[in-house]
């Protein structure tokens, strides 16, 4: 079994094809989208219909929830409102739909998948440092357990933070001790590296591995100018940050 975990999409469809191509690539078995499929840029509609075409499970994120309701969006800054009013705008009542049934965490044999954290999912709290993490264990039953929301790939294990940024390393996961995996962001990455990235857990062999993969930033960024929203929204996919 090789499961490939993927999150915060956030309506590139450029990242999230060249990454469904990778996962090909690798011979991923299962799949599983931790939520975020929309928001930021062009395409959410058309990355809401790839994502269900996969037939995966998949998990709620917050701007998934946010595009599905009519809240004046209050906390969010002017980027994120901007993009989700979009966002909105263009999804289909279908997909919508879709949206708002996902669950805001699964446990699947060995492991929990969540957007945010297992404390309290529905608040969206980002897990990057040691209380946060400490948060997450105190409410994790499994050995492992993936999440996205920061767009920071970062993995802690039992508590203590493993930092790990390099595209082909597989981490031998200890039997005997629990993680917490973030997998990182196909759409909108924020560590520096401005290439998709997600990862491949694989239960049997008790491994899980960064993957990074390049797309047409370009294409991306011209769509979300075109599209009248900020070109900042542009800038940030070439810079990460």
Same mark, same amino acid.
């Given at each position: 079994?090789?499961?490939?975990?993927?999150?915060?999409?956030?309506?590139?469809?450029?990242?999230?094809?060249?990454?469904?191509?990778?996962?090909?690539?690798?011979?991923?078995?299962?799949?599983?989208?931790?939520?975020?499929?929309?928001? +930021?840029?062009?395409?959410?509609?058309?990355?809401?219909?790839?994502?269900?075409?996969?037939?995966?499970?998949?998990?709620?994120?917050?701007?998934?929830?946010?595009?599905?309701?009519?809240?004046?969006?209050?906390?969010?800054?002017?980027?994120?409102?901007?993009?989700?009013?979009?966002?909105?705008?263009?999804?289909?009542?279908?997909?919508?739909? +879709?949206l708002n049934t996902l669950p805001y965490e699964l446990k699947l044999s060995n492991s929990t998948f969540v957007h945010s954290c297992l404390c309290h999912p529905e608040n969206w709290m980002y897990v990057l440092s040691y209380r946060e993490a400490s948060l997450n264990f105190e409410n994790q039953t499994t050995p492992v357990a993936f999440c996205g929301h920061t767009h920071y790939p970062l993995i802690f294990e039992n508590n203590t933070p493993l930092r790990a940024y390099h595209t082909v390393k597989k981490i031998r996961l200890n039997k005997r001790r629990r993680y917490l995996i973030n997998v990182g962001s196909v759409g909108q990455p924020r560590d520096g590296d401005n290439r998709s990235c997600y990862g491949i857990y694989d239960p049997d062999e008790s491994f899980f591995e960064f993957r990074r993969v390049e797309y047409d930033i370009e294409k991306t960024a011209d769509k979300i100018v075109r599209a009248g929203l900020s070109p900042i929204l542009a800038a940030r996919l070439r810079a990460a940050m």
């Open positions: 079994m090789k499961v490939a975990v993927f999150s915060d999409i956030h309506s590139n469809l450029e990242a999230l094809e060249a990454v469904l191509e990778d996962m090909e690539s690798q011979f991923v078995t299962h799949r599983m989208c931790l939520g975020d499929i929309v928001g +930021y840029s062009a395409d959410p509609s058309q990355c809401v219909k790839e994502v269900k075409a996969l037939d995966c499970s998949a998990i709620k994120g917050n701007h998934d929830e946010e595009a599905t309701c009519d809240s004046t969006l209050d906390g969010y800054n002017d980027l994120a409102k901007e993009s989700l009013f979009y966002s909105r705008e263009h999804l289909e009542q279908s997909e919508k739909e +879709y």
